[in-house]
């Protein structure tokens, strides 16, 4: 064989034959070092990116697991509208028709009061066409009481007026004489003050007040909750009073006010009629333990 031959051949030769050939390198004495760095490295960056992978999934995983419960609760958050709506048109539809029967019967109770008003004007236009009087003898009589009475009592308060302003001059003229007495004949002073105590006394019976001066004097347009003035008289059988406030101090028919003694409220009532300076008030309500007098305070009642 020719490996044989060969191989004996190589055995033939002689010891310095066989130093003087060079020996063949390894595969791993070829390889560089750089090459197998090289070789290296891009596997330990796909490592890296397949574990940066990993988290991304991760997070992608659990924010899809809150997606799915957030949806959960929108959607029952949505049935739950679905049915509110539902019975809101129930109730929607309910209330239509209560208002449509509402509407219904507004539009015959319109007509009935139609029919009523018209009979009741032909009623009044023959109870005054055959001299009927519709109202009973006792309310007549009640009205003209009233009517007259108030009508007294505001002819009272104006001479009380007159007799007020005459007695302010009075007294101012009184004061400006005592004033110069130094030069005054001591029988003419004399005189001064007897007529300046004899106003004084008139003013005292009259209850001339300086803060009822001032109202009558400067006219006030009333505010809610402020004082106005006093009680001026009380007529107990017709359950009225008269107040020393009127026109010019913005009050009107139908105003509520307040009767005050000391801090406390005795009464209330509202007024009837108004005139300038006066006013006449109905007592509504009224405390079983107390009476109204003369001089009583009376402020406006803001309560509903």
Do not use: C
């Not at 490996?3 to 010891?15: D, K, M, P, Y």
């Not at 130093?19 to 197998?36: E, T």
């Not at 009087?133 to 009589?141: F, Y």
């Not at 300038?276 to 009376?298: P, Q, T, Y």
């Amino acid at each position: 064989m020719i490996w044989a031959s060969g191989q004996t051949t190589n055995r033939s030769l002689s010891v310095g034959e066989t130093n003087g050939v060079a020996a063949v390198p390894s595969l791993a004495d070829r390889v560089s070092p750089d090459l197998v760095r090289q070789a290296v490295t891009p596997s330990n960056e796909l490592v890296a990116v397949k574990a940066t992978y990993s988290e991304q999934v991760k997070v992608l995983l659990d924010t899809a697991e809150v997606l799915q419960l957030q949806l959960e609760e929108m959607k029952i958050a949505f049935r739950k509208v679905v049915g509110d709506n539902a019975e809101m048109k129930i109730q929607l539809q309910e209330k239509e028709k209560t208002v449509q029967l509402l509407t219904q019967n507004l539009a015959v109770w319109k007509t009935e009061a139609e029919l009523f008003q018209h009979k009741w004007e032909e009623a009044n236009l023959e109870a005054k066409a055959s001299g009927v009087k519709l109202m009973t003898e006792g309310e007549q009589r009640l009205q003209k009481q009233l009517s007259e009475s108030i009508r007294q009592l505001y002819d009272t308060q104006q001479e009380r007026e007159r007799l007020r302003e005459q007695l302010l001059r009075l007294i101012e003229v009184t004061g400006l004489v005592l004033a110069k007495s130094s030069d005054l004949d001591p029988q003419l002073k004399r005189m001064a003050e007897v007529q300046r105590d004899a106003a004084l006394e008139a003013a005292q019976e009259l209850k001339i007040e300086p803060e009822l001066l001032a109202t009558n004097r400067t006219a006030e347009v009333t505010q809610p909750g402020s004082e106005m003035g006093k009680i001026i008289d009380v007529n107990k059988e017709l359950q009225l009073v008269v107040m020393s406030f009127g026109r010019v101090n913005g009050v009107v028919i139908g105003m509520p006010f307040l009767v005050m003694q000391g801090n406390v409220v005795i009464a209330q009532v509202k007024v009837v009629d108004v005139r300038e300076k006066i006013s006449g008030a109905l007592i509504e309500r009224a405390e079983k333990s107390v009476m109204i007098e003369v001089g009583d305070r009376v402020k406006l009642n803001t309560e509903k």
